[in-house]
């Protein structure tokens, strides 16, 4: 198991981030962390935001004036003793209207969203067919070994 600097920031007001969401983004982070870095050290920031916030990120980064469900800055610094990924912006409102539009919880879409994000961070991608089905066939393996894992530590 690798060692995870993580920062978790909840800078939204509108849904209570629950201790154990935090507990759960931790250990999903911890675990597809040690599936796809080689590094011993890893840091990774994840910050809680609202639409607005999220829509005036995606507008002033990437020229998008929309409100997306989640960001990733890869920042994938490599140094002596760690590696640094990157910041995750996740916006909560989003999780909780896509969780109700595809039928399942806000947990399993926070922690797709989480996964997808993350895989972003280390260079994975969705523009092209040919990516976007090799990331999907990621996050599903990734979520899925998760599941298991975490409910077998349980």
């Known amino acids: ?3 995870l600097d993580l920062l978790i920031d909840d800078r939204q ?3 209570a981030l629950a201790e154990e969401d ?3 983004i931790q250990r999903l982070i911890a675990f597809v962390a040690d599936k796809i870095c080689d590094e011993d050290k890893v840091e990774v920031s994840v910050s809680f935001v609202d639409g607005e916030e999220i829509r005036a990120l995606n507008r ?3 020229g998008v004036d929309r409100v997306t469900d989640v960001l990733s800055f890869p920042m994938d610094m490599a140094f002596d003793d ?3 990924l990157g910041d995750v912006i996740i916006n909560t409102e989003k999780v909780k209207e896509q969780a109700e539009e595809f039928g399942h919880s806000y947990r399993r879409e926070l922690t797709y969203l989480t996964v997808h994000s993350l895989l972003h961070l280390v260079g994975y991608d ?3 067919e040919d990516e976007k089905r090799i990331m999907r066939e990621r996050e ?3 979520l899925a070994a ?3 894992e975490d409910y077998e530590a349980r």
Do not use: G, V
Request: glycine share 0%.
């Open 1 to 3: 198991m690798r060692h």
């Open 13 to 15: 007001k509108a849904l």
């Open 22 to 24: 935090r507990n759960l």
């Open 60 to 62: 002033d980064y990437r």
């Open 82 to 84: 760690y590696r640094n």
């Open 126 to 128: 969705h523009m092209e």
């Open 140 to 142: 599903e393996e990734l």
């Open 146 to 148: 998760f599941e298991r």
